[in-house]
């Protein structure tokens, strides 16, 4: 009796063991690893993509950044070591992280095109952290010339000196409109209050409106030449004002600038994104499904935080095996890659919405929670020609605020193959394929071992006679509501 006692206490000690290893094996910090590829690229500008953390809330420091690839070598080098520099800075900062914290870190790179065009290439790199609440967002801008195979800097545009002074106190002038609206706006104080806040901000202003690349290194245009100029939190004022951004019309400062560069801020493009538009209204008839969920078993594999490098050879898998998935987007990812979207679009795969950046939308205010997911939208239907149906939010994190602002059904999943954390094709093969009858699963198409796993799940769940269907087919007899939240089908 004694031996089967302290053989039973043995077993037990065993199995806790063995659930703790498992737990911890969980809860190690991922492995971080920058994929890089060379396959043939739909478009001339790729996505790459930096993830730390799942999309579930269980991760309490994540960090998720997209940066551009080309086809050229200095540009992607100069881009490579930039995303580098900001992934150290969150490692740096995790290892000083307290464990007590109530909550983690939250870093977010992504990138907008400004100009695509024979000579030059621009974006707009948006940075926004957060060490537990609110987000401090930084704007970089990186312009390159072709020809010479160099970044510019906002004083090249501007030269010589005394085109850039002038500049500069143009933008001085502007700012000073802007942070005088501000503080006269500001509830509850009195002149005198107001008149000792606005002398102590001119000194800000004038040291951060200086003609330096320091003052001016993030900037955008528009389609019509209007120059946007990017000024960080606490460089033109207090830190209550957040980031200023002052806009100048082409007619302002169009004389200013250096006269090799003349050309760079009124070129005309969106010629693309019109046709590709065009095309998606044109050549696409109204969806049809040839699957009935409702009587033949189905799952639905979706896959977030694209369109990226590894999406049109994750295309070809879908398309060679004739099944179809649902794409959960972000905004600035879809406005860059166009083509492979149209691309899923035409070839029967939905589009949902994935947010613009990537953001924890809990973390934000309702105009910004809004904002994400407005403008995607109005990306992801100018190119489709449809209306954009379902969302998903990052790391599945909403609140009541989320749901109400989405007006549309918020999509999760009932199965994590965790393919963020291990970049092992088969083994992420093997835990896609645990779905169940009615599942969604989620899934990152950011990472080429993902992709490659495709090819081994389709084939399993084709053996077990299950269907790869969309969301939309998933729940095709079914009225989904705006609001509410479904992680599979019941």
């Known amino acids: 009796m004694k031996y089967i006692f302290h053989l039973l206490i043995l077993t037990t000690l065993i199995i806790g063991c063995k659930e703790t290893s498992k737990q911890n094996e969980i809860e190690k910090p991922s492995q971080i690893k ?29 960090f998720h950044s997209s940066y551009p690839s080309t086809t ?35 870093f977010g790179q992504h990138f907008e095109l400004i100009e695509s065009s024979p000579s030059i290439i621009a974006f707009l790199i948006e940075r926004y952290t957060s060490y537990g609440n609110n987000y401090d967002t930084q704007y970089y801008t990186h312009i390159y010339d072709l020809k010479e195979k160099k ?8 030269s010589p000196q005394k085109n850039f002074n002038k500049l500069a106190e143009i933008a001085k002038s502007k700012t000073e409109d802007i942070l005088k609206e501000k503080i006269n706006s500001m509830e509850g104080l009195t002149n005198s209050d107001r008149n000792t806040i606005w002398k102590s901000t001119l000194d800000m202003i004038a040291e951060g409106t ?65 046709s590709a538009s065009s095309i998606a209204r044109d050549s696409i008839s109204q969806k049809t499904f ?10 639905a594999i979706t896959f977030d935080d694209g369109p990226a490098t590894h999406t049109t050879q994750l295309l070809d898998i879908l398309k060679k095996h004739n099944v179809k998935a649902t794409f959960f987007v972000l905004g600035k990812s879809a406005k860059v890659q166009k083509n492979t979207l149209l691309r899923a679009y ?20 309702e105009e910004a929670i809004a904002n994400q997911i407005i403008k995607t939208n109005d990306v ?8 954009v149906q379902v969302m998903r939010p990052p790391y599945g994190s909403f609140n009541d605020m989320v749901k109400n602002k989405a007006n549309m059904p918020i999509i999760l999943w009932n199965l994590d193959p965790l393919d963020w954390k291990d970049r092992d094709a088969d083994i992420v093969a093997k835990r896609i394929s645990e779905a169940n009858l009615n599942g969604i699963v989620l899934a990152h198409d950011i990472h080429k071992s993902t992709v490659e796993a495709m090819p081994e799940v389709i084939s399993h769940f084709k053996e077990k006679g299950y269907h790869l269907v969309t969301i939309d087919n998933l729940f095709a007899d079914k009225k989904l509501a705006n609001g509410k939240v479904y992680d599979r089908r019941r």
């Open 380 to 387: 992801i239907s100018n190119i489709t020609g449809e209306e």
């Open 290 to 299: 040839e699957i009935d969920c409702s009587k033949e078993p189905c799952i």
């Open 346 to 365: 035409k070839e029967g795969h939905q589009i949902g919405n994935h947010s613009w950046d990537h953001k924890d939308l809990k973390k934000l205010s």
């Open 210 to 274: 200086k003609p330096t690349d320091k003052n001016y290194h993030a900037f955008s245009w528009d389609k019509s030449g209007n120059l946007t100029i990017y000024f960080d939190k606490y460089q033109v004022a207090s830190g209550n004002h957040g980031n200023i951004q002052v806009t100048l019309s082409p007619k302002s400062y169009q004389p200013l600038v250096t006269k090799k560069y003349q050309s760079v801020f009124h070129i005309q493009r969106e010629k693309i994104d019109t």
């Open 72 to 106: 050229y070598t200095f540009i992607n080098d100069h881009q490579e070591e930039f995303t580098q520099t900001y992934l150290n800075e969150f490692k740096n900062a995790a290892k000083k992280e307290n464990d007590n914290a109530v909550a983690g870190l939250d």
């Open 151 to 158: 970044e510019l800097q906002f004083s090249t545009l501007f």
């Open 34 to 62: 920058l994929e890089k590829s060379e396959e043939k690229l739909t478009d001339s500008i790729q996505i790459k993509n930096i993830q730390i953390g799942s999309e579930t809330t269980n991760d309490k420091n994540r």
